[in-house]
């Protein structure tokens, strides 16, 4: 199996890992993505993201000769799909937008031959693989004679290259002869499991696994909305819960982010919405949750211009959807910075993952909390534990004043 050629088209968060990794695992690979920027950053054996350990990896795959991008797809025997799949977020409820997957699909169609392998990685609604298995024999393909699978990720930004290896796979073929032969792809590179089922309950158990923790973060961020209407400490309260044995609350935040989690349960929702009742619930307390932030945040400096009889300096301290990454997607955080610019001159913003952005001239954290009258700490960021704050008016929306272990 490793003597094939693999074809990774979308190079991101997800697919360049697996295609370093896959290169360091001795496939030769071909990278696609459309930016020609990022083709260029990893041909010179570097990354454009931030991710633990994801550079040696990038590093040893490229000098080896093992990994090459490039900005079209190229001929392989493995082709991978790993785009985007936002989604159009128009009217009450969002619906999927899978342009990026069929646009992909288009372009990988002159390359595939008999018994090539297409596998679709990409987060996305059920019955995507069949679009897939549908838009290569519209394009004259002949998907009888190719294996066709869905295989979602399950990696936490953070620990991806271990994740990539350690945890268990879902595949799921159109056909139980494209589940094998994936399958044993998969088995080459996976420490894990492989589970093998269709392509449509595959596509419905990655959606299931990112509604159920959207949930229950909901039932964290309206905990804290309930405890600061009460005058409670939510980080004590969720402490003391949890120890109950059958309670594992977890831990609230300023909202939702990432690709997945703030995505994922739209597309079950959009399908089915007469019967997505609390999933849809859920993600309108996580939306709310950054909606509640900014007026909180508008709300004390509104007293502190009362008090001091000029107008606060505010930071807004983390951009990113997570602690200790530099991805911003779906981030409640930006969104929340991005409010409060449009009401606050010189708005101080912090995003240490991040060495520029377009619509922040970004600050150091130390700089900030020098300069600042309020500070807004939206993301948990190690750079952030343990700074001198005394005197200082801060707003925790991620724990950062109280450490506590969520067990």
Known sequence: ??????????????????????????????????????????????????????????????????????????????FILSVPTPFYNTGEIPQPNLEYVLTATKAIAPYITTGNLVILESTSPVGTTTQVYETLKAEGVD??????????????????????????????????????????????????????TDSQTAEMSKLVENSYRDVNIAFANELSLLSDANGINVYELIRLANHHPRVNILQPGCGVGGHCIAVDPWFLVAKNPDLARLIHTARKVNDFKADWVIEKVKSTALAFELEQHRKPKIACMGLAFKPDIDDLRESPALAIAK?????????LVVEPNIKQHIDFNLVNYNDAVEQADILVFLVKHKEFIGLELDGRLVLDFCGILTEVEFK
């Open 143 to 196: 998907v009888e004679n190719i294996f066709i699978a869905y295989c979602p990720e399950r990696v936490l930004p953070g620990k991806i290259m271990v994740e990539l290896i350690e945890n268990d796979r879902i595949v799921g073929g159109i056909n139980p002869a494209s589940t094998q032969e994936v399958k044993t792809f998969y088995k080459t590179f996976v420490q894990g499991k492989v589970l093998e």
């Open 1 to 78: 199996m490793k003597n094939k050629t693999v074809c990774v088209v979308g190079l991101g968060y997800i697919g360049l890992p697996t295609a370093a990794l896959l290169a360091n695992n001795g496939y030769q690979v071909i990278g696609v993505d459309v930016d020609p920027k990022v083709v260029e950053t990893i041909n010179q054996g570097k990354i454009h993201i931030v991710e633990p350990d994801l550079d040696s990896f990038v590093q040893s795959a490229v000098f080896s000769g093992r990994l090459k991008a490039y900005t079209t797809p190229q001929a392989g025997d493995i």
């Open 339 to 347: 409010a409060l610019q449009t009401q606050f001159e010189n708005l």
